[in-house]
């Protein structure tokens, strides 16, 4: 599966954004699906995911109330809404999806070797 994420750019703190991946080359509600930041000399890290299904959602505490994963699948498409942006949200993030089928136990979703596909990131900067 190919992944195409969208929708960074340069923000105000306190703004909202939503982020977009579209999911291509693949049956799509077949796929867990994850979203990952990175700022530059740090490692990346968990931000949310969410079933194939969108039965069942994961947030990192750091984030949680403020960022909702979602998915679409007529759509092939997932989303990460951002909310009450502040500057330490600066980052790439990049959409990820797991191998298909597959089910895992809960603390699994908070881990990149779980993803097999990733998208090329997109750009979100937050001026305060």
């Known amino acids: 599966v190919q992944l195409q994420a969208s929708g960074g750019g340069l923000m105000q703190a306190g703004g909202s954004l939503r982020l977009s991946c579209a999911a291509s080359g693949g049956t799509f509600s077949n796929y867990n699906m994850a979203w990952f930041r990175q700022t530059p000399g740090k490692e990346r890290t968990f931000a949310a995911a969410?079933?194939?299904?969108?039965?069942?959602?994961y947030y990192a505490d750091s984030v949680k109330g403020r960022f909702t994963i979602s998915r679409d699948n007529a759509k092939n498409t997932v989303y990460l809404q951002i909310d009450s942006l502040k500057a330490e949200d600066t980052a790439v993030y990049y959409c990820?999806?797991?191998?298909?089928?597959?089910?895992?136990?809960?603390?699994?979703?908070?881990?990149?070797?779980?993803?097999?596909?990733w998208g090329q990131g997109t750009l979100v900067t937050v001026s305060s």
């Open positions: 969410i079933q194939r299904s969108g039965k069942n959602t």
């Open positions: 990820a999806a797991d191998r298909p089928g597959r089910t895992y136990a809960s603390n699994a979703y908070y881990f990149a070797p779980t993803y097999r596909y």
